[in-house]
């Protein structure tokens, strides 16, 4: 039974499905680490996965179809920023209110432009092709498992690498460390913390939307509404599993791909409801909570993200006024 | 009786010229009417202030808590923007808009709540924004040396490697010394700098600042107690209320001098009161553990009693244990051992609620986040240790004509200025915050009062309303345990004051003989023989 | 009243129609996407939102129709953000409360009155403990609940799917319903034709519940001290836990009754992708209702309005998706919580129009 579900093949299509969640989740890590919330990733992915088709199919190119969506989550990301930081908007509200508005105005745009209902997708639009790796796809299941994806799966490692090496091997990433632990201590020294909070939300909104990219033309070559369904946050929550630390938090995402991938075999080997399989990834990610949890009373207590209710606006405004 | 002022540097930039024709060298600092309105607390925090260092001094700014010290240190780093003034640096005059332009003036500054990254290591927080590189990458013996190098130039040993984090009060703040040099400060603010430290490893502090000035740095000593002035800095400023008072070089002055410059009177250094009458003892505490945090105990094996009509005070350096004492008698955190008596009966394991519904009363260390909540009115203020009593709650209903009548006694009794029961509490000052505070913990005639660093940051007027209060009560027969970092208000209000270093009690001393050498050298871990 | 407690009623006031207006203007830009100008969308919107030509043709009636659940999903996110818990999880308790409606409705059979009052009561009962897990968690382990509730959202979303479409399934037909509940169990309305009714009553008297729960009652009092200062709760002796844990049960209850009061007052039954949002919705009602029953009432109403107007008058009337109406909540959402952007203006006006600096700057 165990041998039926957990097979080479259904570890493969984990690691594909896990790299929408990874780059969300790196983004996330990346932020929370600058002491951002980012609870936008959704929303992130969201644009991202619209963008990347509909570039893809007014180009002819999907890589410039990944490029677009790479850029409007960047954009995404960078008004988030600018709200934030000139207008000081609670960060939770605005991405309650950014994700609300993509998951509408995609499906608005969807029917203006295209009269699309429920998904689109056009045949001239061709999906990312798979790129072997010399070598690598001549290995026994190694082979199978690591080589031969298209090069957003690729880009999800290379992402998790290179945002451990900027956070913990360059000057840049120490300061954005120092940013999230003590801002005014990074203040003092002549760091600008708005700078290094534009840089974490845009370059997560790109991350969020290259998962997206990864959905639409990626994985699939069509657009569906609400594609993301929840993936930007098992994002956070994988951010936090793999305690924002860019490597970990691969292995965090990949934990949730082969999740969903174990979903997508049992409904083809067993003849449990797609429903209830569904509930496996976020079972798992439940649990991974829980385990954060756990963890954090044993000392790791920076993962706790706090966050606080929103306030009537008027109490806010005269909490220091006359 | 006023500054002496120049306005060298200032007047020349006025009129154009170099500034080339001034007697002596250039002041190091000059600041000119430097005034400072904050809004949103509607406090002048300066008034038109003027203030001038020479060049190779320690200069001391003194001033009680609010005076405007901070605030005037903080334009001169381009941390607060000021609403009107003048800033000359060096005999140039400059204009400092940010934390930035001040470090490349050569000024750097140590805050009172070190700005420091505790998971990061000592060099790593020393070169914080300036870290070395190496193709890109940071480059760790780039930056043990140096660290190593700033150590040997200045004599300030430090571990490059250790976690900021595991370091004591008095290593952290050398590593932000050594910050300010990194970033080769040569006019260096310390603000209240002492406050955290002992008074040996606040020796040990004069001699590194007596250092510093001997190669040259400038050194401005922010602080409210007078004898550490006199025995430091060359020159002295006072604040009072926002305004400058004045200057004066230490040997023309002294701490009496001082102290009324600063006060606007003569201190009174002892409250008048009658000696006490003890009764029974209401609070025992017996063999007390407290963890701060698992298996690490904040407080060992306590023991102490109050009775009736006196007042105890615990006296010692912040954070040797205070908090987690103060917070297991009032129930906020759980014994780890040991038992605690409330008039004769145990409440070591008793809620909150019941050990106040017992008779014990608690003022705060934080009157802002757990004393009082700003966020709601005077009257849910005043109720909140109170609203299980039938009188104020009937049938799972408040009652709210009673309560907004407790809010008037309180109001009334304590004369708590410009309020309104029904008013937002966040309109008062800190004064009458705390006063707010006093009020309803002695509404329910308590047999107990907690008193965890009752006048932190208040203005004179309202401390002597504190102590007055205080004493009051113990006239009345109440129990109080007066915990408290500053000496003087421990002396001045105890009746028998128990030392606590490193959450153990190491003596106990009769408040009408104890000196302040003797404490001092209790508060540092020593003991009354070796001292003798 | 005061002069400041005046000025508090008009910020609560004058800001969300500020931003009402703001969201309008930018949403403009995407109505002239589909070639239609604004004004005629927006009167179309507010014509079929609000309007009221006759008692048998009011759209108004309508709209309170659907505020109902948007008041009780909006009270719900009140009671838990009052109580310092960030629980979004009112859409799913509200699908579960939904399924227990259905199922007691069909599935017990008793006399009229009693039926709706047992099935209120049981899917109160299941929202709250639905609402239990996430409290418990964070309460316990310190698991943020922003996170959970939402994981939660998805697992209630996906229980429905299973039931709807597996044991709970009406046998006849193509597309997945449960069967329709006795009419015992229904919920009288007001007009024939229109789901306005008893549900709506239901909802103001909740509002009122919920007012004097919050200001009136010992309960209430602590669980907003525990919400608004939770150092200053402890310290006097408030169990802070506990008011969290009641202020989150209550939340789960009124989420559960709204979906019952929908299964029972409007749909009687419930078909696969019942709840559009109505959960998630209640969120930003209550943030945009400055997390206050009074403001939830009235931002439900608004809300309804415009999502029904976007509904009927944009995309039937004029042709635009009336997805349009979701991105004008959004935005003005966006512009609420970016109020100092209206005191920027109000300087920059005054400096352009050279009346010096702006009045109201401080305040913010």
New interface residues.
Partial sequence: MIGDILTVAVLRSGIRLATPIALAAIGGALCFRAGVLN?ALEGMMLVGAFTAIVAAFWTGSTYLGVLAAVAAGGLIGAIFAF?YLR????L???A???N??I???T???L??FFGAFGSWSDPSIRQLPDIAIPGLDRLPILGTLLSSHNIIVYASWIAGVAAYIVLFRTKFGRHIRAVGENQSAAETVGISVPAVKLFVLVTSGCLAALGGAFLSVGHLTLFTRDMSN?RG?LG??AA?FGLNHPVFVLFAGLFFGIADAIAVRLQTVTTI?P??V??LP??A??VA??L???S??LRWGTL??R?????????Q??AK?? | MHAPIDGRALHHAAQGSTGADHSGPPLAVEMIGITKYF??SEVLANDRVDFAVEAGEVHALVGENGAGKTTLMNVLFGLVAPDAGAIAVDGRPVRIHHPDEAIRLGIGMVHQHFKLVPSFTVAENILLGMEPTRYGFTARAAETARVRGLESEFGLPVDPAARVGDLPVSLQQRVEILKTLQRDARILILDEPTAVLTPQEAQELFGVIRGLADRGRTVIFITHKLLEVVEVAHRVSVMRRGRMIGTKPIADTNVRELARMMIGREVLFRVSKLPAQPGDPVLEVDRLTVNRQEGIPAVSDLSLRVRAGEIVGIAGVSGNGQSELVEAI???RPAAGGTIRLLGRPITRL??????ARGMA?I?E?RL????????TLD?NVV??R??EPQF?HL???V?EKIRSLAEWVIRQFSVAAARPG??IA?LSGGNLQKVVLGRELSGEPRCIIANQPTRGLDVGSIEFVHQTLIDARDRGVAVLLVSVELDEILALADRILVLFRGRIVGELDAARAAEEELGILMAGGTLETAS | M?P?RR???L??LL?PILAILSGLALASV?VL??KTSPLVAYRELFHAGFGCATLTRCALFTTLERATPLIFTGLSAVV???S???S?GQEGQFVLGAMVAAWLGYGVHLPPVVHPTVILILAMAVGAAYAYLPAI?KL?????????T???N??AI??M??LV??PMRATRGSTAVTPVIDASAQLPEFLPGSHWGAGFILAILAVAFIWGYLW????G?EQ??A???P?????????SGRAALRGMLISGALAGMAGAIEVLGVHHQVLQGFSVGLG?DG??V??LG???PI?VLMVAVLFAGIRLGAQIGLQITTN??R?????I???I??F??????YT?LLAWVARITGRGAAPRK???
């Fill in positions: 609870f709200f207008y000081r908007v609670d939770i509200i605005m309650l209110a950014i609300l508005f998951a509408e105005m499906v608005y745009f029917r203006t929840g946050w956070v929550t936090l409801p429903s209830l569904q509930f976020n079972i990610a439940i909570l829980v954060v949890g756990l954090g009373r706790r993200l966050t606080r209710p929103p306030q009537p606006m008027a109490e405004v005269d006024g006359p | 809004p949103s009032t129930g906020l809620p909150v609620w019941d050990r106040r608690h705060p934080d986040t757990m004393g009082l909540n700003l966020h709601t849910e909140v240790s609203y299980r709650a799972g209903l408040l709210r008013e937002d309109t | 005061t400041r000025g508090q009623i910020d609560a800001i995407f996407l589909s838990a953000f009052r310092g818990m960030f979004i968690l316990r382990l310190g698991v943020n609940e922003i996170i959970t939402i994981i939660f998805n697992i996906l229980f799917t299973y479409n597996f009136r009652s010992v309960p009092y907003r001290m919400g608004e200062a150092g200053f709760a402890r310290y006097g002796g408030i169990r998630f969120v930003l209550a943030i400055q997390v206050h403001g635009i998706p997805e349009l109406g979701g991105g909540l959004a935005l959402i966006l609420v919580a970016a109020r100092s952007l920027d401080e305040a913010a």
